[in-house]
């Protein structure tokens, strides 16, 4: 999802730095860049580390004069019970889902500050309003992503700075990919049978697009989106899943 915004951003001439762990190898960022590796930029980025985002952001303002729009997409996902649950998925779900968000608001917010503008945009999930089982660690650092962005909204409004968060269903990124993969290793079944069962989750039958999340987060980026703060906006197909 962040790839796609991230390519939405730039067709409306927005200049794009994509922050991620992986950008330090040149030849990983061509691959997935593809075509638009001419009208995008990446950087390492690590936002469980406020040493990273400081240098990532301070990077970002000395090569574009400042930061305008600020996309927080870094997630990550594990499931596990409650009972048992392992320190580490827990500590990684708040780390990256949640205390990264919010080393990303910290570093950047000043900038907007300044320029008297900002959009901040979160990307939570429906899990931060259900509950699933095996999955306190993901809802928990989603729910979180709601209060934070209530209390950023406030401290930006007088600065033209919004903050709102994204709260999709299942999106066919790489992510449900895996899912899907591993479902037909367990099961046997074919591509296209498991793929439906996750589109079957929602009444429209029908598997969210990153592209579609990208066209809602360029909205909320953009001048119209003004007076939209401290909202959330679930994309879910009318699913609660």
């Given at each position: 999802?962040?790839?796609?915004?991230?390519?939405?951003?730039?067709?409306?001439?927005?200049?794009?730095?994509?922050?991620?762990?992986?950008?330090?190898?040149?030849?990983h960022v061509r691959n997935v860049l593809g075509a638009d590796a001419d009208t995008l930029s990446a950087a390492g980025l690590d936002?469980?580390?406020?040493?990273?985002?400081?240098?990532?952001?301070?990077?970002?303002?000395?090569?574009?004069?400042?930061?305008?729009?600020?996309?927080?997409?870094?997630?990550?996902?594990?499931?596990?019970?409650?009972?048992?649950?392992?320190?580490?998925?827990?500590?990684?779900?708040?780390?990256?889902?949640?205390?990264?968000?919010?080393?990303?608001?910290?570093?950047?917010?000043?900038?907007?500050?300044?320029?008297?503008?900002?959009?901040?945009?979160?990307?939570?999930?429906?899990?931060?309003?259900?509950?699933?089982?095996?999955?306190?660690?993901?809802?928990?650092?989603?729910?979180?992503?709601?209060?934070?962005?209530?209390?950023?909204?406030?401290?930006?409004?007088?600065?033209?700075?919004?903050?709102?968060?994204?709260?999709?269903?299942?999106?066919?990124?790489?992510?449900?990919?895996?899912?899907?993969?591993?479902?037909?290793?367990?099961?046997?079944?074919?591509?296209?049978?498991?793929?439906?069962?996750?589109?079957?989750?929602?009444?429209?039958?029908?598997?969210?697009?990153?592209?579609?999340?990208?066209?809602?987060?360029?909205?909320?980026?953009?001048?119209?989106?003004?007076?939209?703060?401290?909202?959330?906006?679930?994309?879910?197909?009318?699913?609660?899943?």
């Amino acid at each position: 999802m962040g790839l796609a915004i991230a390519r939405r951003l730039a067709r409306d001439g927005t200049n794009v730095v994509i922050g991620a762990r992986s950008a330090g190898d040149p030849s990983h960022v061509r691959n997935v860049l593809g075509a638009d590796a001419d009208t995008l930029s990446a950087a390492g980025l690590d936002v469980q580390s406020r040493e990273s985002v400081d240098a990532f952001v301070a990077d970002v303002v000395a090569t574009h004069g400042g930061v305008d729009i600020l996309i927080n997409a870094a997630g990550v996902y594990e499931e596990a019970p409650v009972i048992d649950h392992p320190e580490q998925i827990w500590d990684d779900h708040i780390e990256t889902n949640l205390s990264g968000t919010f080393r990303m608001i910290r570093a950047a917010m000043p900038h907007m500050k300044r320029a008297g503008w900002g959009r901040i945009i979160n990307m939570a999930s429906v899990a931060a309003h259900n509950g699933m089982a095996n999955n306190a660690a993901y809802c928990a650092s989603k729910a979180g992503l709601l209060g934070l962005g209530r209390c950023v909204s406030l401290e930006g409004a007088a600065h033209g700075i919004t903050c709102v968060s994204i709260s999709p269903t299942w999106v066919e990124t790489e992510m449900l990919r895996r899912f899907i993969d591993a479902d037909m290793k367990a099961t046997g079944r074919t591509l296209d049978e498991v793929r439906a069962d996750y589109a079957k989750s929602n009444p429209q039958n029908q598997l969210v697009q990153p592209s579609e999340v990208a066209e809602l987060a360029a909205f909320l980026a953009s001048d119209a989106a003004r007076a939209l703060t401290m909202e959330d906006f679930q994309v879910n197909a009318g699913s609660l899943w």
